[in-house]
């Protein structure tokens, strides 16, 4: 697909039409002729300009930059780009997910070793928004990938990232490398997805490397199968939300050193013993003094009072009282019941099973 040095003003919205027509006494005429229903956007002053990027959708914003070094430069001079998600995967197919303010379409550029796919454009249509895939050829898919992520950075103006999504045992030989990129040029990530395909291998070293060389702000997610008990990379602090699936390899002084709002560590291998420990030092304000939320394995909350409170002060609530508590993902639940322990501070943990549809039901701690 060839970019256009013109745009079809008729698309737009009518405030961007207004704001164009207010700029341009001079070429009205020229809008209000049906024979021809575009005109040359680099004659507008930049307030209409940047009315029509604000219409635009991240391909069309691509495709604009890339028709010559004038146009490249007008778009990398808008100054709303930083309200654009921009989500970054390498898994065994690498891609680039740019998504609107608006968020009504998305991009996908996939990049492909068919060489049959380069140029394709797909689009799907669900609940009014519009999402489009768009295929690039490369015989060097990671390097072409690199460039890529260089490119749409440096056009709109991003220095986090807001998603990473990373298949540790995808490119195995080439994570040293793709970290070390991630490190050049990118500040920092919100988001990130650590995964692997096949738990027999071994990410050990790589997932080390990752936590040791990418600063992540606010949400970790790994569902990498951690081999060495004496895994020693460093979990990131101060997260808003940090989720550890196969998470024997989290021990109780690893346990102590986790410093995030909220926390989930699916299969873990702490014991009943060590849990007490933990809630006596949380009471004493201790340890944990930013947690909100702790979803813990056990499923069984008579069991949990049993097993993990035996000598904490507790208050069992009477399943006839209802209340609503603050939640995860700056949410509330209402729950019937449950058990409460207090901190030296007055603040009270609450302790309830949560039932989800589709999932397992877990005790969840919540702290108010």
Request: a positive charge; one cysteine or more; proline letters at 3%.
């Amino acid at each position: 697909m060839k970019p256009l040095k013109q745009f079809p003003i008729l698309r737009l919205p009518f405030r961007a039409m207004e704001q164009v027509s207010k700029g341009m006494h001079s070429i009205i005429k020229m809008i209000s002729n049906r024979r021809s229903n575009k005109f040359p956007i680099l004659r507008l002053p930049f307030l209409a300009i940047e009315e029509i990027f604000k219409a635009m959708d991240p391909f069309e914003i691509m495709t604009f930059s890339k028709i010559s070094k004038r146009t490249k430069a007008v778009t990398k001079s808008m100054g709303f780009f930083s309200k654009y998600d921009i989500h970054f995967c390498v898994d065994k197919i690498l891609w680039i997910y740019i998504r609107g303010t608006n968020g009504l379409v998305s991009c996908n550029y996939i990049i492909t070793c068919n060489e049959k796919l380069d140029g394709k454009i797909e689009e799907e249509k669900c609940l009014g928004r519009i999402s489009r895939r768009v295929y690039k050829y490369s015989e060097n898919p990671i390097e072409e990938w690199k460039q890529l992520c260089i490119y749409v950075l440096e056009i709109f103006k991003k220095q986090t990232i807001d998603v990473l999504s990373m298949t540790m045992d995808a490119f195995v030989d080439q994570n040293v490398s793709i970290i070390d990129f991630l490190k050049s040029n990118v500040k920092s990530v919100d988001g990130c997805y650590l995964l692997q395909w096949y738990q027999k291998n071994n990410v050990d070293e790589n997932f080390t490397y990752f936590l040791n060389n990418i600063t992540v702000n606010n949400k970790l997610d790994s569902w990498l199968q951690i081999k060495n008990g004496d895994f020693d990379g460093k979990i990131p602090k101060n997260l808003k939300e940090l989720n550890i699936r196969n998470s024997e390899w989290i021990g109780f002084e690893r346990l102590l050193e986790i410093d995030c709002k909220h926390v989930t560590l699916r299969d873990n291998e702490i014991t009943n013993e060590e849990w007490n420990s933990f809630l006596k030092k949380w009471i004493a304000m201790e340890t944990h003094l930013n947690l909100k939320s702790l979803e813990l394995d056990n499923s069984d909350l008579d069991e949990f009072r049993v097993h993990v409170l035996p000598n904490i002060p507790h208050e069992v609530i009477s399943e006839e009282v209802s209340r609503i508590v603050p939640c995860r993902h700056y949410q509330t639940q209402k729950i019937r019941g449950g058990i409460d322990i207090r901190r030296t501070d007055g603040k009270t943990a609450t302790f309830f099973v949560r039932r989800r549809r589709g999932y397992e039901e877990n005790v969840l701690m919540c702290i108010h």
